[in-house]
């Protein structure tokens, strides 16, 4: 059954301070791996995007990687700022039907000051 | 303005009546979709569409239904809401033409509570 499963659930972090937020999937055939950044009230974002040959991608204070061997990816926020504060939601696309999308539940990032 | 356009924003009903969600986009996009986001569970597809001509379910589409007016509109009704179908709701388009990943662009969401 293909899946995406986001760990952890919610994560509460000091300013300043880096997290790390994963996702592992069990979607075959994989074609990408997307992350969103969804703010309270608001619509979901794409921050980054990772292909099968793509091991690690930085936006800003953001980095992706990708292992598509164990099917792992995960998401690095570094110096992490109140404005962090949202879902990260991971979502793969692939699987037998061309194009379908799979989402994860999301992982609820607080950042205090 | 934003490029995808949700209305209404929020909205409280009541047990059996019609609603209608609306979803208007200025990205030229072909691909429209809707999604059901509940805590915890994450997004869902209702319905999706890839042209005006074509309209697809998605996996949880019992209770709903959708009209694609133009190429920049797509609305989804509940014909008799439930109290289950409070949720919200996101609209989103994509263009594989012009981005073969897929990214979606999203609404910022439509609010529904059914009494």
């Known amino acids: 059954k293909n899946q995406v499963e986001q760990s952890p659930q919610s994560l509460i972090i000091l300013e300043g301070k880096n997290c790390t937020l994963q996702?592992?999937?069990?979607?075959?055939?994989?074609?990408?791996l997307r992350w969103y950044k969804q703010d309270t009230g608001r619509g979901p974002v794409s921050l980054t995007i990772?292909?099968?040959?793509?091991n690690t991608k930085s936006n800003g204070r953001y980095t992706a990687t990708l292992d598509a061997d164990t099917k792992q990816s995960s998401l690095h926020i570094t110096a992490s700022q109140l404005s962090d504060s949202a879902s990260y939601i991971c979502?793969?696309?692939?699987?037998?039907?061309?194009?379908?999308?799979?989402f994860g539940r999301g992982t609820q990032l607080t950042v205090w000051p | 303005d934003a490029d995808v356009t949700q209305t209404p924003r929020n909205r409280i009903t009541k047990t059996g009546k019609r609603i209608m969600l609306e979803c208007s986009q200025t990205k030229g996009h072909d691909r429209m979709y809707w999604y059901r986001q509940d805590p915890g569970l994450g997004l869902r597809l209702i319905y999706y569409?890839?042209?005006?001509?074509?309209?697809n379910k998605g996996e949880i589409s019992d209770g709903y239904s959708v009209s694609r007016q133009a190429q920049a509109k797509f609305s989804l009704s509940l014909e008799s809401a439930i109290p289950n179908q409070t949720a919200l709701y996101f609209c989103a388009t994509s263009d594989p033409d012009r981005d073969a990943t897929g990214e979606l662009f999203f609404g910022e969401g439509s609010r529904l509570t059914v009494l």
């Open positions: 979502v793969v696309s692939g699987g037998s039907t061309l194009g379908r999308l799979y």
């Open positions: 569409s890839f042209d005006v001509k074509d309209i």
């Open positions: 990772m292909t099968f040959s793509e």
């Open positions: 996702c592992n999937y069990t979607v075959s055939p994989f074609s990408n």
